[in-house]
């Protein structure tokens, strides 16, 4: 039998995760909107929260809990606000599973350990001016000498950068072969060279912190490579195969919370008489918003189960980021307008959610792509 049913222990976790989003991440999202940065005070209360190690093992410092919880916890927080839910997502579903999933024993206990136990924070170094959907167009390079390598090359869109204390960055050791010749490496904040520049503008999670990142002449021990030289493109893909994951749960939460707020919209607002809520169009409008969300939560469980049982999660994880991103689309689009002009002023919340679920369509691999991995998945070829 299928059980749809959060554990006690997952139900506990969820409430904690609602309760924090509510009290200490709602009453400033708004803000940090308008000012397009991040609280670093309201990151600090995440860290001591154990917002940063969620499904990572205790024996570095993490909660111990499964992709699940994760999930629940990217749903929670983006109901109220976007930005937070990348921020902690590029965390932990990108730079921590790298170390997790291809570090040595001796770069979890260095890296590891201090990002899944609030101490720092990680950020995904592979996006380039010319290199997006298609990584396997990217530039940086890593020039060997001795027992050290010199990256050169320039990343954009680097969510966290801001403020990370950990890069995880992606550079060609052999420009020859292409993406096979691609490595990862490990580089702390301070490192010469390494400088972030400017919070690049943006439609939507304008609080969280994406800059363009500059790399030049940056050195780094052989020993803060990942993996093996010419495994940083499987480094990246799997990594950003579980992070659609998150990606999923965070689309669910946005479209959720604006459903939310809509619902409280309506029961308020009189028009001919009459609460909006009162009329046929949108008690039906809201029921198929509703059903839309719920079966595009199911579909982020189902993914998150399959990784947890280390199954073939990645057409499944494809999956529910497609389809739950354009419920996301959708479902803030329906609710602007039943706010009417409301809905347009950034008075309320719906205008916002409406602006970061268009972003749910494009990183961490766009809707165009995941329907490449699923068509591929089902060999339609």
């Known amino acids: 039998m299928i059980d749809f049913a959060l554990t006690k222990e997952q139900l506990l976790q969820q409430e904690l995760f609602r309760k924090f989003a509510e009290t200490e991440i709602k009453p400033l999202s708004r803000d940090m909107d308008e000012a397009e940065e991040y609280s670093m005070e309201l990151v600090q209360k995440m860290q001591k929260a154990g917002f940063f190690g969620i499904p990572y093992s205790r024996d570095y410092g993490g909660a111990g809990a499964d992709v699940l919880t994760y999930t629940l916890c990217m749903e929670e927080v983006s109901k109220v606000d976007a930005s937070t839910g990348i921020t902690i997502s590029v965390h932990t579903s990108l730079c921590c599973a790298c170390i997790n999933e291809f570090g040595s024993e001796e770069q979890k206990q260095k890296y590891l350990r201090p990002l899944v136990s609030g101490e720092k924070i990680g950020c995904y170094s592979l996006t380039e001016p010319n290199a997006g959907t298609d990584a396997s167009g990217v530039q940086t390079e890593a020039t060997k000498d001795g027992d050290y390598y010199i990256l050169n090359g320039s990343k954009v869109f680097t969510t966290n950068s801001g403020f990370a204390d950990t890069f995880v960055v992606f550079?060609?050791?052999?420009?020859?072969?292409?993406?096979?010749g691609m490595s990862a490496f490990i580089v702390e904040r301070g490192t010469e060279g390494l400088s972030v520049g400017r919070n690049i503008p943006r439609c939507g999670i304008r609080a969280a912190s994406n800059c363009e990142v500059a790399i030049q002449n940056v050195r780094v021990h052989k020993s803060q490579m990942l993996g093996r030289e010419g495994q940083g493109y499987k480094i990246a893909m799997t990594a950003l195969g579980g992070g659609r994951i998150g990606i999923g749960a965070q689309a669910v939460g946005i479209a959720q919370g604006a459903i939310n707020e809509t619902m409280k919209y309506v029961k308020e607002r009189k028009q001919f008489g009459k609460r909006i809520s009162q009329f046929q169009n949108t008690?039906?409008?809201?029921?198929?918003?509703?059903?839309?969300?719920?079966?595009?939560?199911?579909?982020?469980?189902?993914?998150?189960?399959?990784?947890d049982l280390h199954q073939n999660y990645a057409p499944l994880a494809a999956m529910c980021k497609l389809y739950a991103s354009e419920v996301a689309n959708d479902v803030t689009r329906e609710c602007v307008q039943l706010f009417g002009g409301y809905g347009y002023s950034r008075e309320y919340p719906v205008e916002r959610a409406f602006r970061d679920a268009k972003i749910t369509e494009i990183y961490e691999g766009t809707s165009e792509?995941?329907?490449?991995?699923?068509?591929?998945?089902?060999?339609?070829?």
């Open 369 to 381: 792509a995941m329907k490449m991995i699923i068509s591929g998945a089902m060999k339609v070829k």
């Open 283 to 307: 008690q039906f409008k809201l029921a198929e918003m509703q059903t839309k969300v719920d079966a595009a939560r199911l579909m982020v469980w189902r993914a998150a189960r399959a990784k």
């Open 171 to 180: 550079a060609l050791t052999d420009k020859t072969l292409g993406p096979k």
